[in-house]
């Protein structure tokens, strides 16, 4: 937990398929389901920032300003997940936080995998 990123891992990999799961229900109209798959993915955006916490606090030391900027994109990500959630359901338009989505995602798999631990 404290020196191996696989718990960490294993939960935004979760989370992000939750994520999925509840955009595809909203979509085939199910939002009963959505409503299910939102609470459990709220659980998981928890368990992301603990994981990625006992982490950083484990490891920050070695570059604290990179590692600081990982964790708030890491923090950004899921933002951008419960924004779109939320915007779905009340039926507002959600374009730019889809594009922003993509650039969280794609800065923080960059940083993630940058960062000494793990890969
Ligand atoms: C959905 C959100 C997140 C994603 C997709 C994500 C992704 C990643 C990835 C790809 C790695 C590298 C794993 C490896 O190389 O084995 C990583 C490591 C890490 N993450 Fe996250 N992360 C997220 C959220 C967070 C949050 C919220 C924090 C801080 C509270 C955080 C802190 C860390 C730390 C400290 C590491 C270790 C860096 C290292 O030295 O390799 N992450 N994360």
């Given at each position: 937990m404290f020196d191996q990123t696989h718990a960490h891992i294993t939960t935004w990999v979760i989370a992000i398929i939750l994520f999925f799961v509840a955009v595809g229900l909203h979509n085939a109209g199910k939002n009963k389901g959505m409503k299910i798959v939102h609470m459990v993915l709220r659980l998981f955006y928890l368990l992301i920032i603990l994981t990625g916490s006992l982490l950083f606090w484990k490891h920050s030391g070695i570059d604290p300003?990179?590692?600081g900027i990982k964790g708030l994109v890491g923090i950004w990500v899921i933002g951008m997940f419960e924004m779109l959630l939320v915007r779905m359901?009340?039926?507002?338009?959600?374009?730019i936080f889809w594009i922003l989505l993509i650039l969280s995602l794609v800065i923080v798999l960059y940083l993630g995998l940058s960062l000494p631990l793990g890969w």
């Open positions: 300003a990179l590692y359901n009340k039926g507002k338009s959600t374009k």
